[in-house]
């Protein structure tokens, strides 16, 4: 079965800094989507990057970039020039790509707080 | 598009009453999950509808809970009796899904229930 584990209960960053958020999963196949959802005070959960294991190339959104290390089933979240909006939760998830597959594996969430 | 919208944003009732939640997907996807987050468990994926039809609900935890998916712009949970422990955030998110799954999950901003 695969899992996520996110490493970091809570992790903190100056105002404009750059901040990496770490998440590992473990699977035994080759073709699946990894996701990095957000969410804020607000409760809404909300997508901010997907990364498709077939594709070398790291996605990347405005200011979020994700460090996707297939061999090492790594895939990480970078923020660049943090801002106070980017504070919340955030959750690692994955999903296998065969088409009848719907689930999606979480991670327990990081807590980002971004000082001022 | 207005999002996934789902109601009431938030539930206190006692225990012993019937809950009902509601969500509205967004038009065009044909995907629905209902899904619980509580602080010990996380997100849980509690059933999962395509083109209306309920295809697992594996992860409904009780014959106290149902839902139901009367067309492809309505979705209702419900809780008969409702009991302490299912105090909890409900969220309900809609995708498009295509023969190779869903790319993206669009969440709406839950529902708190607590029931006392």
């Known amino acids: 079965a695969q899992t996520v584990t996110q490493s970091q209960p809570e992790m903190s960053v100056q105002e404009a800094e750059t901040v990496t958020l770490s998440c590992t999963y473990d699977?035994?196949?080759?073709?699946?989507?990894l996701f990095w959802y957000k969410q804020p005070p607000s409760r809404q959960m909300i997508l901010v990057i997907r990364?498709?294991?077939?594709k070398q190339q790291n996605a990347t959104e405005n200011r979020f970039s994700v460090n996707f290390q297939k061999a090492a089933k790594s895939f990480s979240l970078k923020i660049s020039d943090s801002q106070l909006g980017d504070a919340a939760m955030y959750f690692c998830a994955y999903r296998s790509a065969s088409g009848s597959n719907y689930q999606l594996i979480w991670g327990a969430g990081t807590k980002l707080i971004i000082k001022p | 598009d207005a999002g996934v919208i789902q109601s009431p944003r938030h539930e206190v009732t006692e225990m012993g009453q019937e809950v009902t939640l509601r969500c509205k997907p967004i038009?065009?996807?044909?995907?629905l999950f209902w899904y619980r987050q509580t602080m010990m468990r996380g997100l849980e994926l509690l059933i999962y509808?395509?083109?209306?039809?309920?295809?697992?609900d594996s992860g409904m935890p009780e014959d106290r809970f149902s839902a139901k998916m009367p067309n492809a712009s309505f979705s209702t949970l419900k809780i008969q009796p409702s009991e302490p422990r299912d105090s909890a955030v409900y969220f309900c998110a809609s995708s498009l899904s295509t023969g190779q799954g869903f790319e993206k999950l669009f969440f709406g901003s839950g529902t708190q229930l607590s029931v006392l």
């Open positions: 038009s065009g996807h044909n995907s």
């Open positions: 699977t035994s196949e080759s073709d699946y989507y």
């Open positions: 509808f395509n083109n209306n039809v309920p295809i697992d």
């Open positions: 990364q498709e294991a077939y």
